[in-house]
Structure formats: structure tokens, C-alpha cells
């Protein structure tokens, strides 16, 4: 199976009332943002979307708001990842239909090794047919998915890319160098994913779209195509903005960019926190210059 998602893919946000239940009006707002704007798929419920505090029906209601906006004019990979194995194959054999794919995170906090990763998603492939994402993300997993790893799963037929969300630049470029035919990878890190792809990367799952799709996918389009001058201009016009998104957690602070736009409020679950007020000033600010250039 070849990989469907190349370009930029939205790991789109939960929007939250002031009494912190989901708010539908806001994620259907954010979702005709994202298709009026140039990018090529939606996530729904990676870890942008605060998936960890929301509840498996919860998350299964925030993925029919989506579909039903979306209206098929994008792909929407949903998340589903875990550290329970079976548990995991068990949601994936009772997924509703109308999902382009699956994005799953290697399983944290247990700290497998090398082998039990591999067999951990061996089992998970077994249990669907949609097309899958690994996302290796060690920051938040405790545990390094390693490139032999990846290339050993990349065999496996409807595994059919990888998120790397590691920052190791050789790590990745040694994915991308020994990878099979069709197998894609995508970064997984906003501040590097073009000159991620001037070395052979896809594309990007990302924060910073969001709140800034037309300028980041632009960016993106530009350097797929081998306009590196033209990216390279983009790709600094946002770095402050995708710095600041992430100086204190994600998604405090692309939902205070957000918010600027009257697209939704700052509001997140517990135990995440709102920005400080000194970052939140600077995110408007920027967000209005970047709007505006």
C-alpha cells in the first residue's frame, strides 16, 4: 500500500466551552479554515487535540463533527495509539467508517524495546485495514522508535508512513535514505520541516496550521516542489509564531493564535495550563503581523 498523505496535514485542535465540554460551533469553524485554506488532510484527536483528556466517546463525537463538515473534501486520519495492546486492536476493529487512516504513537510510559515496538504494531496492522501512521514521538513516549525499527514495520502493507517527531536529523534522513518505495514520512516538528524536505521528507502533521494554514501549507507546496527560495522566505516568516506556540506546551499557545482570529477561546482540560500572559501578548502581536504580510 502506497501512502496516501503527503503535504500538510492539520493536527487540528479541540475547541472548549467555558465550562470545558467540546465546543462543536468552534471545531466547525477551525474545520472550514483548514479546507478554505490549502491543506491537504486533517488529524483528529493526536495529541494537539488533547486526546488524553477526553473521554473514547468524546473523541468518537469530535470525529463525526469533522466528518460531517468536512463533507469528504479532505482526508481525516484519526488517532488511535495506546499502551495496551489489545485494547488498542480492539478499537480498531470497531472504528466507524469514513476514516482515511490511523495515526498511532508508539507505546509509551511501558518503555518497550525495539522488539516489543515491532510487535506491538504487528498486531495492531492485523486488527484494520485502513492505512497506518507510525508516529514516533520520544519526547513524550519515553522511548525511542529507532530507524531499523521503523524500516522493519515499514514492510508490513498498510503501514504506510511514519510521523517522526524525534528531531534527530540523522535518524531521519536514514529513514528517508533506506525506506521502500511508497513508504512516506512526515515530520512531526513544525520549526524543521522544510529543510526536512529538502533532504526527502513528505510533508508535516502539524500544530502551527491550525492557526496559520494558507501561509504553512504555501510554505510546504513551495518546497515540495523545489522552490527552496520561496520556502526558505515563508519558513522565517513563521518561525517566530511556531516558536512561540510551543514555549510553554502545546496547544496553549496556538489556541491563544486561535482565539485572535475569533475562531475559538484559549480554553484547554486540565492538567494543561493557559500561557502566561506576557507569552499570550506576544502571540497575538505576531499572529496579527504574520495575517497581515
Known amino acids: 500500500m502506497t501512502n496516501p498523505f503527503e503535504g500538510t496535514g492539520v493536527a487540528l485542535v479541540t475547541p472548549f466551552n467555558d465550562d470545558r465540554t467540546i465546543d462543536f460551533n468552534a471545531l466547525a469553524r477551525l474545520v472550514d479554515y483548514q479546507v478554505d485554506s490549502g491543506v491537504n488532510f486533517l488529524v483528529v484527536q493526536g495529541t494537539t487535540g488533547e486526546s488524553p483528556t477526553l473521554s473514547f466517546n468524546e473523541k468518537l463525537v469530535v470525529l463525526k463533527c469533522v466528518q460531517d463538515i468536512n463533507k469528504g473534501r479532505l482526508k481525516i486520519v484519526f488517532g488511535v495509539g495506546g499502551n495496551n495492546t489489545f485494547e488498542t486492536g480492539e478499537i480498531l476493529k470497531n472504528l466507524p467508517s469514513g476514516i482515511d487512516g490511523i495515526l498511532s504513537v508508539s507505546p ?154 475569533n475562531l475559538m477561546k484559549p480554553i484547554m482540560r486540565p492538567p494543561l495550563y493557559p500561557v502566561s500572559e506576557a507569552l499570550e501578548q506576544q502571540i497575538r502581536i505576531e499572529t496579527q503581523r504574520v495575517l497581515k504580510s
Not at 127 to 147: A, D, F
Not at 186 to 201: E, K, N, T, Y
Open 108 to 261: 509509551y510510559y511501558n518503555k518497550p524495546t525495539q522488539k516489543g515496538i515491532i510487535e506491538h504494531f504487528k498486531y495492531l496492522a492485523s486488527c484494520t485495514e485502513l492505512p497506518i501512521i507510525l508516529y514516533n514521538v520520544p519526547g513524550r513516549t519515553g522511548s525511542n522508535m529507532l530507524p531499523e525499527t521503523t524500516l522493519e514495520l515499514a514492510k508490513i502493507d498498510n503501514i504506510v508512513a511514519v510521523k517522526e517527531a524525534s528531531g534527530d536529523m540523522e535518524q531521519i534522513m536514514e529513514i528517508v535514505h533506506k525506506r521502500p518505495d511508497g513508504f512516506g514520512v512526515l515530520s512531526g516538528d513544525d520549526a524543521i520541516v522544510m529543510p526536512l524536505i529538502s533532504v526527502g521528507v513528505d510533508g508535516v502533521i502539524s500544530v502551527v496550521a491550525n492557526a496559520l494554514p494558507k501561509k504553512f501549507s504555501s510554505m510546504i507546496d513551495h518546497a515540495l516542489n523545489g522552490d527552496f527560495a520561496t520556502a526558505r522566505k515563508l519558513h522565517y516568516d513563521l518561525l517566530p509564531s511556531t516558536n512561540q506556540f510551543f514555549a510553554e506546551g502545546n496547544p496553549g499557545g496556538v489556541k491563544i493564535s486561535l482565539s485572535e482570529q
